[in-house]
């Protein structure tokens, strides 16, 4: 049974008025254009433009050092010469803004909450490219950092996101 109309426009009225509150008493801004971001809708903590027009990396960039490529391939010459211990390297993203300032509150504003936000981003973006893979892996932290942020953000990131492809994930990596 479906509550009446004019029922649900109260309680959307009561939604509308509880989000300005909050958003008097606590603002939240976009990470992107500043603009006060409601209640319900902080995915990334970006707004809703801002998450549809995320910095996608570039064709014509090297994937492993940023270096120019005069193709379309993901290897600059001296990447090339000298390969990656991987086969494949996927970049959701560019890192410039509001990337880097999504993924430097999470690394040190420790907003944790936003590591399976960008997961489930990375998830929606990539999802055909990450399928058929057969295990998920994080960059580990230098002990260091591991010691002043208490948590490492790869890590965070990476878990869900293999939870979501249905992968184990597994810490393979040693920081040298």
């Known amino acids: 049974m479906k509550p009446p109309p004019e029922r649900l426009d109260r309680a959307v009225d009561r939604w509308a008025i509880l989000d300005r509150l909050v958003s ?34 570039d064709d014509h960039l090297c994937r492993l050092c940023g270096a120019f490529t005069a193709t379309d391939c993901w290897l600059c010459l001296a990447c090339g010469r000298r390969p990656p211990a991987f086969d494949q390297l996927l970049a959701a993203w560019s890192y410039e ?41 994080a960059v580990p932290l230098h002990w260091r950092r591991r010691l002043e942020r208490s948590f490492n953000q790869a890590a965070l990131i990476a878990r869900p996101l293999a939870q979501a492809l249905d992968l184990p994930f597994r810490r393979l990596l040693r920081r040298t």
Not at 29 to 48: F, I, K, T, V
């Open 24 to 57: 008097m008493v606590l603002p939240s801004p976009c990470y992107g254009c500043d603009a006060p971001l409601s209640l319900r809708s902080q995915e990334l903590n970006l707004g809703a433009g801002c998450r549809a027009d995320l910095p996608r990396p």
């Open 97 to 137: 803004s509001p990337v880097d300032e999504v993924l430097r509150a999470l690394k040190f504003g420790q907003l944790e909450y936003l590591a399976p936000q960008i997961a489930s981003e990375l998830l929606a973006e990539r999802h055909a490219e990450l399928l058929g893979h057969d295990l998920v892996t």
